[in-house]
């Protein structure tokens, strides 16, 4: 096991690495930028490194300063959170050869998992479901077209190095090819400098379900069950759970073998996520691994009892699994609202300042992963997220109602944030239900932020206030 263990990271991934390293006797540094200098995590490490300014290009990217943080503090290990450069093969490589171990997959992994296209001939390979479509990046835009009648449309075009919902376009028509085939070749040049794309059938009605996956350098690939994350906006995640209310139990034997299966055939080792599309006829088909921890993994550790970051840390130090997959205990139902300072009813804008009361919920079958605090500033650098809110119930229903109690107490001034917006979405009938789709937020939000009913089966009605804004607590 490591001794120490420097966090290239902020918020609140940092705070949660922190936390396992403390119960593991790991000492910790986090490395920072200028603008995270007052952060709870700098607060919480042993030590920290100041890597540049608040842009993360001169910070948190920034590799050369990170090495020399790790040779400074006689860090052995890197953890990479999610973001930044937990995907970054280059980065996983140079670690390696300056002796510092990558709390992740190898490097080849990663640039395997990393190409789309070769993920996908690598599924298909080992037996995994895939959508229709062509498994090597297109030579252009008459190759595009080919391939797109072949497939029949609607199809995607999605770019061979993107991930995280970026880099990507529906195109319902040979008409709208040529503009979606350029304008995601444009994006994804710039923010992946590498503008290869590829194009699949595109799945209409379906579900976004994963599969949390695990394993070691000595050959075990254990699941821990399957999360929902079809409650999406611009596929951006804003709600997950687990068990999947779309899955029957066949359906989710199926869908977590499958995820193993392909784990296992690729050498997959450390912490990773197989993510899937299920369509309405119960078909599942892979879209792409994520060679990291998940935001989300707070669903499955909550479900599971098992620390994902502990076996980050332990498998990347060759550690076995100690737990087999028939001693993996499900318990439950498990939801995670994610609580972003953003204001949905001004289209969803950033909202920045300084947090002037922020008391997050406590009680029972509540887990709150948070960095921020009174008085924290909100900047502007970084993605919106401030917490992480968790309830577990015996049953769905049982969770819904707990994270509502949650939400209503969580006690948040000085910025807009996402709290409205989930409680109405706990209080709409088609996600009480489990029924809702991909399309879910995109076909029923309001230009107030606000989600409305389907009255006739297809056309958003005018509804109840579904905001659920909590009430201003009495004046102490």
């Known amino acids: 096991m490591f001794d120490k263990l420097l966090i290239c990271n902020r918020g609140e991934i940092a705070v949660r690495i922190i936390r396992t390293c403390r119960d593991l006797g ?4 986090v490395a920072h930028s200028e603008a995270d200098r007052d952060s709870r995590a700098v607060e919480l490490a042993d030590e920290s490194v100041c890597l540049g300014p608040g842009p993360a290009a001169h910070s948190y990217l920034n590799v050369p300063a990170i090495l020399y943080a790790c040779a400074r ?3 052995e290990a890197v953890h990479p959170g999610y973001g930044f450069l937990a995907e970054d093969p280059y980065f996983a490589r140079v670690c390696r050869e300056a002796g510092v171990t990558f709390v992740g997959p190898s490097e080849a992994l990663i ?7 070769r993920a996908r ?21 008459a190759e595009a077209r080919s391939a797109a009648a072949a497939i029949g449309y609607p199809v995607i075009v999605k770019a061979v190095a993107g991930g995280g ?14 503009a979606a085939f350029a304008d995601v070749r444009r994006t994804a040049g710039t923010l992946f400098g590498d503008d290869r794309l590829y194009v699949e059938r595109y799945v209409t009605a379906a579900r976004h379900v994963e599969v949390q996956v695990l394993g070691d350098r000595h050959g075990t690939v254990v699941h821990l069950g399957e999360r929902d994350c079809t409650i999406q906006r611009r596929r951006q995640k804003l709600v997950e759970e687990s068990p999947s209310a779309a899955l029957g139990e066949d359906l989710r034997a199926r869908i977590c073998a499958a995820a193993v299966e392909g784990a296992r055939a690729v050498g997959y080792h450390n912490a990773g996520t197989m993510e899937f599309l299920v369509d309405a006829e119960g078909r599942f088909f892979f879209m792409e691994m994520n060679t990291r921890i998940q935001v989300e993994h707070a669903v499955t550790e909550m479900r599971t009892g098992i620390d994902l970051v502990e076996w980050m840390i332990r498998t990347a130090a060759g550690e076995r699994l100690t737990f087999a997959q028939d001693q993996v205990a499900l318990s439950g139902h498990v939801i995670e609202c994610r609580i972003n300072a953003e204001d949905p009813s001004s289209d969803w804008r950033g909202s920045t300042g300084t947090l002037e009361r922020f008391q997050p919920p406590t009680g029972p ?12 500033r909100v900047s502007p650098y970084y993605d919106s997220l401030l917490a992480k809110v968790v309830a577990h119930g015996r049953t769905r229903e049982e969770a819904l109602r707990v994270m509502d109690r949650a939400l209503l107490e969580f006690d948040c001034t000085g910025v807009a944030t996402t709290i409205p917006f989930h409680r109405g979405l706990l209080a709409h009938p088609e996600f009480r239900a489990g029924t809702h789709q991909l399309d879910f937020v995109a076909s029923r939000l309001g ?16 509804a109840p206030d579904l905001s659920g804004e909590a009430p201003e607590p009495a004046a102490k």
Do not use: Q, W
């Not at 790991?26 to 540094?29: E, R, S």
């Not at 498994?135 to 252009?140: F, I, K, T, V, Y």
């Open 447 to 462: 230009p107030d932020g606000r989600l409305r009913v389907v009255a006739d089966g297809s056309t958003p009605a005018e």
């Open 121 to 141: 001939r690598a599924m298909s390979a080992a037996g995994v479901p895939v959508c229709s479509g062509v498994d090597r990046p297109l030579a252009g835009l």
């Open 73 to 75: 503090t006689g860090a």
């Open 165 to 178: 919902g970026r880099g990507m376009a529906v195109v319902p028509d040979a008409e709208s090819l040529p």
């Open 111 to 117: 640039e395997l998992l990393g190409d789309k296209a």
């Open 365 to 376: 079958r509540v887990r709150v992963d948070t960095h921020a605090f009174p008085g924290y």
């Open 26 to 29: 790991i000492a910790t540094v």
